[in-house]
Nanobody
Framework: QVQLVESGGGSVQVGGSLRLSCAAS????????MGWFRQAPGKEREFVCR????????YYRDSVKGRFTISGDNAKNTVVLQMNSLKPEDTAIYYC???????????WGQGTQVTVSS
């Protein structure tokens, strides 16, 4: 059974930083892609960023480029999302996700709340 557990959410003022962690258990993701999604109130869940652990390639949605950094620790089976220069529009529940061998986002964490206030 694959489990993803997020931690590190909270409240911060505009321009502040938060660091989210996602601990994976039950399967190593060293050959697959891990990522972060978010869902704001009244909106659909949207992709934020991903990392391919096999090669370390990363990809970000335009609105977070230059502010967010995703990284992986293979030894700890953990993915980290460093969020800087936070904006009110970053307020959402953030979900860690992992891809299956088919390349679909089949594994999800329970989510962690991020609130950015002005």
């Amino acid at each position: 059974q694959v489990q993803l557990v997020e931690s590190g959410g909270g409240s911060v003022q505009v321009g502040g930083s938060l660091r989210l962690s996602c601990a994976a258990s039950g399967r190593t993701f060293t050959r697959y892609t891990m990522g972060w999604f978010r869902q704001a109130p009244g909106k659909e869940r949207e992709f934020v960023c991903r990392i391919s652990w096999s090669g370390g390639n990363t990809y970000y949605r335009d609105s977070v480029k230059g502010r967010f950094t995703i990284s992986g620790d293979n030894a700890k089976n953990t993915v980290v999302l460093q969020m800087n220069s936070l904006k009110p529009e970053d307020t959402a529940i953030y979900y860690c996700a992992g891809q299956s061998r088919l390349g679909t986002w089949d594994y999800w964490g329970q989510g962690t709340q991020v609130t950015v206030s002005s």
